[in-house]
């Protein structure tokens, strides 16, 4: 049997590279090889493409190999190809799909998905829109608004907006939410810039470290409450996973207890009752379809601990892949190891891919 050659993209632009680089190892490690012939595909930081770079040698050596063949994707909607980028001389082929492992700008923002659509090439998850609606936290707090999902309150600034009126900011911020409160880039993920700020000091610092990574910034109110994740895979289709509970092991979820320190916590299945399991599973894929997702979301959640609503927080349209991640976990506790996982992703790509050209692009008349 023919294999299919999957592109794995991974690295990138972004401020979540090391994370993409652990992701990717999990996923080509996984991907079945009497199945997939895997085309490991890593951009530098810079936003170079080298071919043949193996995620394992690069978290060996702590870089990319300047030795790797570099490639340029040629988006050809006929015949899209991998290329060295020197005069197109000695094409190194094509690929049957492309399976994005890129986490944060770049890779989850829908701009490698605009190029992957140019070259009418399949791709696992979301598409332009929903990536650039579930990258940006600000859009999806007003989608979730505009279809009645239940958040915590929220504001929004420019980042020339603090710093031409830092005070005024900061004073609309303690009058409306109060501490302690939430500041984060809009456009970032893995906790990136996030910050707790419980006093003016503090929320001064967290507008400062938010603006380095972005020019729009969402402020949140805090909630006591525990932290819910769900799984959500398909394409119209779409169905959540069992509930995951995190019990971070710093004060929030941040990066170091994501990816570095490794104390915190990951209950699967979450303790909950069987209607809030319902309330959870049936906001997700509301969430999901509201954005416009596609594949795989990991959907967050906050659960009061006064009162038990249900209050969502984001979706992740390209969560992480790494062998402590909560995405993989949840449906293998649904029962979907990972493998299977993985070639279920590449199966509703090509499913969408299909339906998505059966649409005309251009206008013929009778």
Same mark, same amino acid.
């Given at each position: 049997m023919k294999k299919m050659r999957v592109g794995v993209l991974f690295g990138g632009r972004s401020g979540e590279h090391e994370v993409s680089l652990n992701s990717a190892k999990s996923v080509i490690n996984a991907l079945d090889p009497e199945k997939f012939e895997v085309v490991p595909i890593g951009i530098t930081k810079q936003g170079r493409w080298l071919l043949g770079t193996d995620p394992v040698q690069v978290l060996a050596n702590g870089g990319f190999d300047s030795k790797l063949v570099p490639v340029a994707l040629i988006p050809d909607p006929v015949e899209p190809r991998l290329i060295p980028p020197e005069g197109g001389k000695g094409a190194l082929g094509s690929v049957?799909?492309?399976?994005?492992?890129?986490?944060?700008?770049?890779g989850e923002d829908g701009t490698i998905q605009g190029l992957l659509e140019l070259a009418n090439l399949p791709y696992v998850g979301s598409g332009v829109l929903g990536s650039a609606a579930?990258?940006?936290? *600000?859009?999806?707090?007003? /989608?979730? #608004?505009?279809?009645? $999902?239940?958040? @915590?309150?929220?504001?929004a600034f420019t980042r020339k907006q603090f710093e031409h009126e830092p005070l005024r900011v900061l004073e609309e911020i303690e009058n409306i939410l109060g501490y302690p409160c939430f500041v984060k880039p809009a456009n970032m993920g893995s906790s990136v810039g996030i910050s707790k700020a419980h006093n003016r000091f503090e929320l001064?610092?967290?507008?400062?470290?938010?603006?380095?990574?972005?020019?729009?910034?969402?402020?949140?109110?805090?909630?006591?409450?525990?932290?819910?994740e769900v799984a959500v895979l398909g394409n119209d289709d779409a169905v959540a996973s069992v509930p995951g509970e995190v019990i971070p092991c710093n004060e929030f979820y941040d990066y170091k207890a994501k990816y570095i320190d490794g104390d915190s916590a990951l209950i699967?299945?979450?303790?909950?009752?069987?209607?809030?399991?319902?309330? *959870?599973?049936?906001?997700? /894929?509301? #969430?999901?379809?509201? $954005?416009?997702? @596609?594949?795989?979301?990991?959907?967050?959640f906050f659960v009061d601990r006064r009162d038990g609503r249900v209050l969502i927080n984001e979706v992740n349209t390209l969560p992480g892949f790494t062998d402590i991640s909560m995405y993989p976990k949840l449906w293998e506790a649904s029962g979907l190891s990972y493998p299977e996982l993985l070639g279920k992703l590449i199966d509703l790509a090509l499913e969408r891919h299909k339906d998505k050209n059966r649409s005309k692009t251009s206008f013929e008349l009778d």
């Open positions: 049957e799909v492309i399976f994005p492992v890129l986490h944060g700008t770049f579930g990258m940006d936290k *600000i859009i999806m707090k007003q /989608v979730f #608004a505009q279809v009645g $999902l239940a958040q @915590a309150r929220f504001l001064e610092a967290a507008m400062a470290l938010g603006a380095k990574y972005d020019r729009r910034l969402v402020v949140e109110e805090f909630v006591d409450a525990r932290e819910v699967i299945p979450a303790q909950m009752s069987e209607e809030s399991i319902r309330a *959870i599973q049936s906001a997700a /894929v509301k #969430a999901f379809k509201a $954005l416009d997702c @596609a594949g795989l979301a990991r959907v967050d």
